[in-house]
Structure formats: C-alpha cells, structure tokens
C-alpha cells in the first residue's frame, strides 16, 4: 500500500513538473530534433555537392585531352568556382587552371587562380599547396617580399615543412644565406625522420655552410 502510495505521489509530482516545464522541454526536444536533421541534411547536401562536383571535374579532365580550346574549359571552370566553391574538385580544378597559366608564362593569371583557392578554401593541406605554389610563381617573378609574406599562411604543422623549405629557397634568391640556412634548418626539425624530403632539404642546406 505504502509503495503505490508513494507510486501516486510520484505520478502526481511528474504532471505537475510537466504542467509548468512540459512545453518548455518539449519545445527545447523539437529544436534539437531539428538541428540534428538540419545537420543531416547539411551533410547529405554537401555529399552530394561533392559528387557533383567530382562529375564536373572529370568531364574536364576529359575534355582538356581531347580539347585544344581553353574557353570550353573555362566553362567548366567557372561553373566549379562559382557553384562549388567549398569542395576539393574546385581546388583541384583550379590548381590545374593555375598550372597550365604558369606553364605559358601567364604568371598573373596563375596568381589570380592561386588567391582564388586561399581564400575559397579552408582546409590546412590545400592552404599549404596553394600557398606553395604562389609563392613560386612570385618567385618567379622576383617578387620576394610578396612571396615570403604569403609563406606565412597558418597551416597545420605536418605541412610547414614544405612553406618553411620554400621560404629558404626564396631567401637564397635574395642572398640571404643565414636567414636561409635558419629556415632549412627548422623545416628538417619539423620533417619526419623517414620523409623523403630530408635528402634534398639537407642537400640545400649543406650547400650553403
């Protein structure tokens, strides 16, 4: 008896908490419901942002072997850039765009591609390429000072080694041969022992003590 009584009293507790924070609760299951979904559907979406994506990417990639004409690649291109800016098809696209201006001498279109995928691109590695490689093509250009300034992009540690080695070479360029040597020295402390950098880096290096 004592035990359904107390059975009772807890029942009576539970409607009257609910009657006063029931629909705040509730309210409060409804919206986590909803950003769970919402989430889900995010990621579904980006899914299939990135297949398409892919598609697109490896039309062009066809096409830039049987096609002499750059318009019909810049079509694909831009449709890229401009609907599927976040996904890795688009740097990639891009990256290929700023490697064939590079390879004909177009070093401002090449910059122009590069700066599109720093800036439309967060993820580190795909920070670092970029990075990389503009900073070789203002190297090219004896840009010095432009090129050591965008070896500064943050990226995560594993890939500071390669801005840290290109930042040496750039520095030899400029006749700095300490300010070099210091930049060699902490891209070797930051590779692995097993990388297979090490060699040149340590080439480079020894070539200037």
Known sequence: MAAHLEEQQELENFKHFWKGWGRWIFALLVACSLAYLGLVLYKNYQAGKNEEAAE???QMASK???SKDPKILHVDLLNLQQNYPK???AAQATFMAAAAEFDKGNYDAATKHLNWVLK??????VQALAAQRLATVQLQQQKFDEALATLNTPVDEAFQPVLLELKGDVLVAQGKGKEAVAAYEDA???LPKEAAARELLQFKLDQLK
């Open 64 to 66: 830039a072997q049987t």
């Open 56 to 58: 697109i990417l490896s």
């Open 188 to 190: 070797l402390n930051k």
């Open 87 to 89: 996904t890795i098809a």
């Open 120 to 125: 439309n691109q967060k993820a580190s590695l």
